[in-house]
T-cell receptor, first 115, second 110 residues
Framework: NAGVMQNPRHLVRRRGQEARLRCSPM?????VYWYRQLPEEGLKFMVY????????ESGMPKERFSAEFPKEGPSILRIQQVVRGDSAAYFC?????????????FGQGTRLTVV | DAKTTQPTSMDCAEGRAANLPCNHS???????VYWYRQIHSQGPQYIIH???NNETNEMASLIITEDRKSSTLILPHATLRDTAVYYC???????????FGKGTMLLVSP
């Protein structure tokens, strides 16, 4: 059973370009979470999605960032008009349900570098 | 989520047990205790979780005090590969997201 798959592992974008980060959850998991880790800082929650629904986006910056988890295919975290401050590691996690007592498993992350 | 307090760093000799403490004095009855670790630059790795009873799996043991105000993660025979930042997280029942603090940097030395 493959784990949470994130791609690309490394992404370089110039300022002003768009970045698309993909996350394929573990088989049977319908809940996806995105986290961001700035250099030398802790993990910060961004958004929680179920299939076709955004459940909690309280950690998402108000502008330029969006996330989706369509019925088919991976979850996508989209960053428009990237700036240097967006350089970070972005981690995705998935869980089978949102019920308490279930564990969430993380992918290996996408490292975004904005030049 | 209840706030957790962990030591900033700890050292452990290879082959010895590593005991990582966590205080969560404001925990309520419906909140689980989760432990994750992050080995340098990798994604966080789930270790174990519990509500009231002590738990054990192939990676570690989780000891929760009777009043649930603190817990200890035990790695029975630490190896160099256990060097990582360990996060203790209290997760509210019915609320799915995990809130990471600063964690404990565990350094396992030969």
């Amino acid at each position: 059973n493959a784990g949470v798959m994130q791609n690309p592992r490394h992404l370089v974008r110039r300022r002003g370009q768009e970045a698309r980060l993909r996350c394929s959850p573990m088989k049977g998991h319908s809940h996806v979470y995105w986290y961001r880790q700035l250099p030398e800082e802790g993990l910060k929650f961004m958004v929680y999605l179920q299939k076709e629904n955004i459940i909690d986006e309280s950690g998402m910056p108000k502008e330029r960032f969006s996330a989706e988890f369509p019925k088919e295919g991976p979850s996508i975290l989209r960053i428009q008009q990237v700036v240097r401050g967006d350089s970070a590691a972005y981690f995705c996690a998935s869980s089978p349900t949102g019920v308490e007592g279930t564990e969430a498993f993380f992918g290996q992350g996408t490292r975004l570098t904005v030049v | 989520d209840a706030k957790t307090t962990q030591p900033t760093s700890m050292d452990c000799a290879e082959g010895r047990a590593a005991n990582l403490p966590c205080n969560h004095s404001t925990i309520s009855g419906n909140e689980y205790v989760y432990w994750y670790r992050q080995i340098h630059s990798q994604g966080p790795q789930y270790i174990i979780h519990g509500l009231k009873n002590n738990e054990t799996n192939e990676m570690a043991s989780l000891i929760i005090t009777e009043d649930r105000k603190s817990s200890t993660l035990i790695l029975p025979h630490a190896t160099l590969r256990d060097t990582a930042v360990y996060y203790c997280i209290v997760r509210t029942r019915g609320y799915s997201t995990l809130t990471f603090g600063k964690g404990t940097m565990l350094l396992v030395s030969p």
